[in-house]
T-cell receptor, first 114, second 116 residues
Framework: DGGITQSPKYLFRKEGQNVTLSCEQNLNHDAMYWYRQDPGQGLRLIYYSQIVNDFQKGDIAEGYSVSREKKESFPLTVTSAQKNPTAFYLC?????????????FGPGTRLTVL | AQSVTQLDSQVPVFEEAPVELRCNYSSSVSVYLFWYVQYPNQGLQLLLK??????LVKGINGFEAEFNKSQTSFHLRKPSVHISDTAEYFC??????????????FGAGTQVVVTP
């Protein structure tokens, strides 16, 4: 059953801690994306990757880092430098990086900073 | 660069009534347009997309949208809604310039609340 999985579903972090959100896909997609969703603001792009071992900053990359060592995996680390990390995080993938390709989304991780 | 405006943050509608969600975009180049739906605490699911050809696009769950280039709009419609259509709806645009390939710009979303 192909799809995108994100874990954990809920994550709690203390201030000053780094946390890593997992994103895995078995769709054999080349492109992967991380978005942040806040109420009333829609989705904002954090990082994206068009191919293994390559990734680009999106619109709000500060305080975040990613890696793309395997095609199926694109983990996101929220560092202590991110000033307001409480949000809903969505991972997506697409067959390729062409603008015509729809993006498929995972179920999301809700991060709360205590 | 492109931007997307969803004109209504919330749309209340009665069951079996029609609904229209408005989406306007701005871009200096040709664009591709998408509508996604998000149910509570879930990811987004594609409803429909416009790439080229007929300006009236039909999607899943009885939704359709019309691309109007002169008005730079891509409004979503459904003639008769169900309780299960209660969700948040996002309009998204991507453009054909090389440095934007594969990058979507999302609107702020429209929350649809269907009541009996």
């Amino acid at each position: 059953d192909g799809g995108i999985t994100q874990s954990p579903k809920y994550l709690f972090r203390k201030e000053g801690q780094n946390v890593t959100l997992s994103c895995e896909q078995n769709l054999n997609h080349d492109a992967m994306y991380w978005y942040r969703q806040d109420p009333g603001q829609g989705l904002r792009l954090i990082y994206y990757s068009q191919i293994v071992n390559d990734f680009q900053k999106g619109d709000i990359a500060e305080g975040y880092s990613v890696s793309r060592e395997k095609k199926e995996s694109f983990p996101l680390t929220v560092t202590s430098a991110q000033k307001n990390p409480t949000a809903f995080y969505l991972c997506a993938s697409a067959m390729g990086w062409l603008a015509t390709n729809e993006q498929f989304f995972g179920p999301g991780t809700r991060l709360t900073v205590l | 660069a492109q931007s997307v405006t969803q004109l209504d943050s919330q749309v209340p509608v009665f069951e079996e009534a029609p609904v229209e969600l408005r989406c306007n975009y701005s871009s200096s180049v040709s664009v591709y347009l998408f509508w996604y739906v998000q149910y509570p605490n879930q990811g987004l699911q594609l409803l429909l997309k416009y790439l080229s050809g007929s300006t009236l696009v039909k999607g899943i769950n009885g939704f359709e949208a019309e691309f109007n280039k002169s008005q730079t709009s891509f409004h979503l419609r459904k003639p008769s809604v169900h309780i299960s259509d209660t969700a948040e709806y996002f309009c998204a645009v991507s453009d054909r310039t090389t440095d934007s390939w594969g990058k979507f710009q999302f609107g702020a979303g429209t929350q649809v609340v269907v009541t009996p």
